[in-house]
């Protein structure tokens, strides 16, 4: 499976990407691409920490997201300055983002409706794809459906009904903050993800704004039909969500609107927004993963493997989303894929860290790791928001099992990392029973793939090579490719024959197959003990109107 980077093409210009990514630490990144080379020419990033403010809540403040954003684009223009870069070169800019995070906004104001009071600061808050609140909301909804069958929308969605997406979150905000329901009686909210939030602040706001999504974000929100590429009627029936309050949904390739300028030396004014793509859409466009069958696995907080089906949607039997790739183009077609979420992955390096103490920084773990060899045993099983595909279980929780007097801090670490390994093999054997072709290897991406422990043990328990590309940032370098790409800009080239090969790092297994499958084995013994651990009967407030009754056409009382 081969990867590519671009041919050099007859202009000379830069794109500019806005990347919103991080779920236990939020991290706005800026990056700006040569659009000859693929070349990343300069960066700038912020970290927002999260917050915590229940267990199982996760809130993160979209004014500070967007002043952060604003911070992010003066030092990367005075960085490009220092280089002697023309910033007036910039000719597109991309967005990448998180995917189910929530957000409502008061579209008369610009102010985001969700107030939460800490220490008598008022904080301006959303709902993240990790939050668990909306338990009790998914119950509920449940009991609604024939048979509690979580996948009862699977066809026309590509989703189970859970906490992960964004729907639910919606739902639970109109059920339990009143100034959201006031505002979407008075026609002034507005809903979106962070893409839409960000796309309409840039190019607006409250004077004009363009309120607007791309159908990978809507792909994630359970209000979206994947076939007819149109909000679903009968899904925001059923939910009881507005189909007015919705962004108009786009390709992921056009200009979707002017940038609006902000900064006091005007450069950025009328800069086209022409790319948007969900952060692992993104990740599969960066891969240059346009055939059928190819898959990449990107590890960042979560783990996130996409494998490329075409213009087929191809529905699970074994726990997998079906997801939209991209669409790159109005007039183009789209193209689906077959996806696995893994909640807690680099998360569990940093609960090492920030929760249990036991290193400093994130790199020690592989230090730690390296010096063990082993876990001795010891498994772990990071279900800190439940399971994730393929068991899409939310009571499981967290666990540590295998515990002898000998186990220390090094087997810990190196447990910690085996199971980001096991986690992806889960996902992928699934994969390949949905494919019916096995992958002979896999492309990754992300932060984690600078831990060569991890890379190496990852290519163990699969039993096939992992190849990183040379090129680490392929999420921002998907959004680029998409706002290059777009009709009326028009500077990146996506034919075949523009590509050319890049290199690459690639770890080839080590242990023997009886040995793989005992230690998977044992992972999978740990994983059914984790279940069954937590249930939700939470009082919620009234609904905003009667949703007892859903639509007798889709047959559900």
């Known amino acids: 499976m081969a990867l590519y980077l671009f041919k050099r093409i007859n202009v000379n210009l ?58 992010c684009v003066e030092r990367t223009c005075e960085k490009l300055q220092q280089l002697n870069i023309d910033i007036t070169n910039i000719k597109a800019i991309g967005v990448s983002n998180q995917r189910e995070t929530t957000v409502v906004w008061d579209k008369t104001t610009g102010e985001p409706l969700y107030n939460a009071i800490v220490d008598q600061l008022i904080l301006f808050m959303f709902l993240v794809w990790l939050d668990l609140r909306t338990q009790s909301t998914v119950e509920r909804l449940l009991k609604r459906i024939p048979g509690k069958n979580k996948s009862f929308f699977k066809f026309r969605t590509g989703l189970p009904l859970s906490t992960y997406f964004s729907a639910v979150k919606l739902r639970w905000l109109l059920d339990n903050v009143e100034e959201i329901r006031q505002a979407v009686d008075d026609g002034r909210a507005m ?32 209000l979206f039909n994947i076939h007819s590429l149109e909000w679903d009627p009968e899904l925001c029936q059923f939910f009881d969500i507005p189909v007015e309050i919705l962004p108009k949904v786009r390709s992921s390739s056009e200009i979707y609107g002017l940038m609006v300028c902000f900064l006091k030396s005007g450069a950025l004014t009328g800069v086209p927004i022409s790319g948007c793509l969900g952060d692992q859409s993104a990740a599969l466009v960066g891969q240059m993963c346009f055939q059928d069958g190819q898959a990449k696995n990107t590890y960042g907080t979560g783990c996130f493997l996409l494998c490329n089906t075409g213009q087929k949607s191809v529905f699970s039997q074994h726990g997998l989303l079906t997801t939209i790739a991209y669409k790159l183009g109005r007039d ?101 029973k949905d494919c019916g072709i096995p992958l002979n290897q896999l492309q990754v991406d992300g932060g984690m793939t600078n831990n060569k422990v991890l890379m190496q043990l990852q290519s163990d328990i699969l039993c096939i090579p992992v190849v990183k590309p040379s090129m680490p940032e392929t999420t921002a370098l998907g959004a680029a490719m998409a706002a290059g790409a777009a009709e009326g800009v028009g500077i990146w080239s996506l034919n075949p024959g523009d590509l050319t ?32 651990w937590e249930t939700s009967e939470k009082k919620i407030l009234p609904r905003r109107r009667d949703t007892a009754q859903f639509s007798d056409s889709v047959g559900i009382s």
């Open 14 to 71: 830069l794109l500019f990407n806005v990347c919103v990514h991080g779920r236990f630490h939020c991290v706005i990144y800026l990056q700006v691409f040569n659009a000859k080379t693929a070349e990343l020419l300069s960066h700038h990033q912020v970290e927002i920490q999260q917050r915590f403010p229940k267990e199982g809540w996760v809130e993160q403040d979209p004014k500070e997201i967007l002043k952060s954003v604003h911070e």
């Open 191 to 222: 809903f979106g993800t962070i893409d839409s939030w960000l796309i309409w602040s840039l190019t607006g706001g409250k004077n004009g704004g363009v309120h607007c999504t791309d159908v990978t974000n809507a792909s994630r929100t359970m």
């Open 332 to 432: 183009k077609p789209v193209c689906y894929a077959l996806e696995g979420s893994v909640a807690i992955a680099g998360a569990v390096v940093r609960w090492l860290r920030d929760n249990l103490g036991i290193v400093k920084t994130a790199q020690e773990v592989e230090k730690l790791a390296a010096e063990a060899g082993t876990s001795y045993g010891c498994y772990f099983v990071p279900a800190f928001s439940g399971l994730y595909a393929p068991y899409w279980e939310p009571s499981a929780r967290g666990i540590i099992c295998g515990l002898t007097q000998f186990t220390n801090k090094k087997h810990i670490a190196f447990a910690a990392l085996e199971a980001v390994c096991f986690q992806t093999r889960e996902i992928l054997d699934a994969m390949n």
């Open 501 to 532: 090969a890049v290199t690459c790092e690639r770890f080839e297994p080590q242990i023997n197959p009886e040995e793989s499958e005992f230690r998977y084995a044992r992972w999978k013994k740990a994983v059914m003990k984790s279940m069954g």
